[in-house]
């Protein structure tokens, strides 16, 4: 991970670099393009701060190894305006946006769109190009007319197949109100692999920063980042940073590794504004909690990769169990949630015996897509009352216990009760984002 210095130091250049970067839908290539131009623009002396709208957490990853510094969830349907409006108040901010430009929850505001429009900042358009040539300029002229409350300053073309394709995209777009930043050709050194729940961890890549700085490489050769560099989103005056999540203790054990790695960084920085210690431990490595924690804390990731491992582990568990009997607060979160349990059963159907801590069992073996904002409501005995989160796993559950949670869904539909709760041990598949 690079070290990019100062979290506040001014831009180089004197002129501030802020804006998001969007697609006209998923699978445009905006997280390799977003990490390229973080990683150029850092080559260049930007000290960038990377964000990423939406719940998502593999994205961050990339985000903030281009950056050297952690990347933020900005989440107008999960996350308060003013923590939104707080957490972005950065000189050099780059903004991944989520799905297509202006894709949301159907009950309200949630889009990139809804993002670049609260913090005023100008769009980058991140285009496919790989199946077209001069359509792409109805494509782009609907985007930047279809609503006028957000700008829309440029656009990239990925996945470009040849010179004369790039000539006829750029014909093509000359007659729209839009500039042409950069043509991308088709190149495999720009693609990150994906799984089930999305790309690999970038902290799975041995080489990620090689590979990083490979795609700033390339994207500085074919994008025209002086007019990048001219894109300065002002900033706006933030309100101050709205009291956080309240931490579940003051001296927090974080289970922390390639098992374990779904933490937002907003929630675990408002942990520590609030006072709290975070002591990270990792269960993949056998390592027991903090002894003197008042509160642990298991993280989502992927437990079902390394199930084998984590049933061989026995001083993790017996610290989990220990924290458990001594009136410590043990939450678990999706992959948390199934640490804690029974038994989590493998994609080939093998059983792998968990911290038994809550009655249930969870299987890769019969898998369900399931996807989608919770609002959630708790009685108050362990957690904050109204909490928001989001759901997206494909375990499904063989057993469960005593809920934890009433959830509804973005468009307020109640689901019935999730989650499961045994005396201060808790966790359900629902990541939780902020407070309502």
Same mark, same amino acid.
């Given at each position: 991970?690079?070290?990019?210095?100062?979290?506040?130091?001014?831009?180089?250049?004197?002129?501030?670099?802020?804006?998001?970067?969007?697609?006209?839908?998923?699978?445009?290539?905006?997280?390799?393009?977003?990490?390229?131009?973080?990683?150029?623009?850092?080559?260049?002396?930007?000290?960038?701060?990377?964000?990423?709208?939406?719940?998502?957490? $593999?994205?961050?990853?990339?985000?903030?190894?281009?950056?050297?510094?952690?990347?933020?969830?900005?989440?107008?349907?999960?996350?308060?305006?003013?923590?939104?409006? #707080?957490?972005?108040?950065?000189?050099?901010?780059?903004?991944?946006?989520?799905?297509?430009?202006?894709?949301?929850?159907?009950?309200?505001?949630?889009?990139?769109?809804? $993002?670049?429009?609260?913090?005023?900042?100008?769009?980058?358009?991140?285009?496919?190009?790989?199946?077209?040539?001069?359509?792409?300029? *109805?494509?782009?002229?609907?985007?930047?007319?279809?609503?006028?409350? $957000?700008?829309?300053?440029?656009?990239?073309?990925?996945?470009?197949?040849?010179?004369?394709?790039?000539?006829?995209?750029?014909?093509?777009?000359?007659?729209?109100?839009?500039? %042409?930043?950069?043509?991308?050709?088709?190149?495999?050194?720009?693609?990150?692999?994906?799984?089930?729940?999305?790309?690999?961890?970038?902290?799975?890549? #041995?080489?990620?920063?090689?590979?990083?700085?490979?795609?700033?490489?390339?994207?500085?050769?074919?994008?025209?980042?002086?007019?990048?560099?001219?894109?300065?989103?002002?900033?706006?005056?933030?309100?101050?940073?709205?009291?956080?999540?309240?931490?579940?203790?003051?001296?927090?054990?974080?289970?922390?590794?390639?098992?374990?790695? +779904?933490?937002?960084?907003?929630?675990?920085?408002?942990?520590?504004?609030?006072?709290?210690?975070?002591?990270? +431990?990792?269960?993949?490595?056998?390592?027991?909690?903090?002894?003197?924690?008042?509160?642990?804390?298991?993280?989502?990731?992927?437990?079902?990769?390394?199930?084998?491992?984590?049933?061989?582990?026995?001083?993790?568990?017996?610290?989990?169990?220990?924290?458990?009997?001594?009136?410590?607060?043990?939450?678990?979160? %999706?992959?948390?949630?199934?640490?804690?349990?029974?038994?989590?059963?493998?994609?080939?159907?093998?059983?792998?015996?968990?911290?038994?801590?809550?009655?249930?069992?969870?299987?890769?073996?019969?898998? *369900?897509?399931?996807?989608?904002?919770?609002?959630?409501?708790?009685?108050?005995?362990?957690?904050?009352?109204?909490?928001?989160?989001?759901?997206?796993?494909?375990?499904?559950?063989?057993?469960?216990?005593?809920?934890?949670?009433?959830?509804?869904?973005?468009?307020?539909?109640?689901?019935?009760?999730?989650?499961?709760?045994?005396?201060?041990? %808790?966790?359900?598949?629902?990541?939780?984002?902020?407070?309502?």
């Amino acid at each position: 991970m690079r070290n990019n210095g100062d979290a506040g130091a001014a831009s180089t250049s004197g002129r501030l670099v802020r804006f998001v970067v969007a697609a006209p839908h998923s699978g445009s290539g905006k997280t390799v393009i977003t990490t390229g131009l973080i990683a150029a623009l850092a080559a260049r002396g930007r000290s960038v701060h990377p964000a990423k709208v939406g719940p998502d957490y $593999i994205d961050t990853a990339f985000l903030a190894a281009a950056a050297g510094r952690p990347a933020l969830n900005l989440d107008l349907w999960a996350m308060r305006p003013a923590l939104v409006a #707080a957490l972005a108040d950065h000189d050099d901010l780059v903004v991944e946006g989520v799905m297509g430009l202006f894709d949301g929850p159907s009950s309200g505001v949630g889009s990139t769109a809804d $993002i670049a429009r609260l913090l005023a900042l100008p769009v980058v358009l991140v285009v496919d190009a790989s199946r077209q040539s001069q359509s792409v300029a *109805a494509l782009v002229h609907g985007f930047a007319t279809f609503d006028r409350t $957000i700008t829309i300053a440029g656009v990239i073309l990925t996945r470009v197949g040849s010179v004369k394709h790039a000539r006829m995209l750029r014909e093509a777009l000359a007659v729209t109100e839009l500039a %042409c930043l950069g043509t991308v050709p088709r190149d495999e050194r720009l693609a990150f692999p994906s799984r089930h729940l999305g790309l690999y961890q970038a902290g799975e890549y #041995a080489d990620i920063t090689e590979r990083i700085d490979a795609i700033g490489r390339i994207i500085s050769g074919v994008v025209d980042l002086p007019a990048i560099e001219a894109l300065d989103g002002p900033r706006r005056t933030a309100p101050a940073l709205p009291d956080a999540l309240p931490p579940p203790g003051q001296r927090i054990a974080v289970a922390s590794d390639q098992a374990f790695s +779904f933490a937002y960084a907003h929630i675990l920085d408002g942990w520590r504004r609030a006072g709290a210690s975070l002591h990270p +431990f990792s269960p993949l490595g056998d390592e027991a909690p903090d002894p003197a924690a008042d509160a642990v804390v298991l993280p989502g990731g992927y437990p079902e990769l390394y199930a084998g491992r984590l049933a061989a582990g026995t001083r993790w568990k017996a610290g989990l169990a220990a924290a458990a009997a001594r009136g410590a607060l043990v939450v678990g979160e %999706c992959g948390g949630y199934m640490a804690l349990g029974e038994t989590l059963v493998d994609a080939d159907g093998a059983p792998h015996a968990m911290a038994g801590l809550l009655p249930i069992a969870t299987s890769f073996a019969t898998r *369900a897509r399931t996807l989608g904002y919770r609002e959630l409501t708790h009685d108050g005995g362990l957690l904050p009352r109204r909490l928001r989160g989001h759901e997206f796993h494909y375990a499904t559950i063989a057993r469960e216990g005593p809920p934890l949670f009433e959830a509804r869904d973005a468009d307020g539909r109640a689901l019935g009760p999730i989650g499961t709760r045994v005396g201060t041990v %808790c966790g359900s598949f629902a990541h939780v984002i902020d407070t309502v």
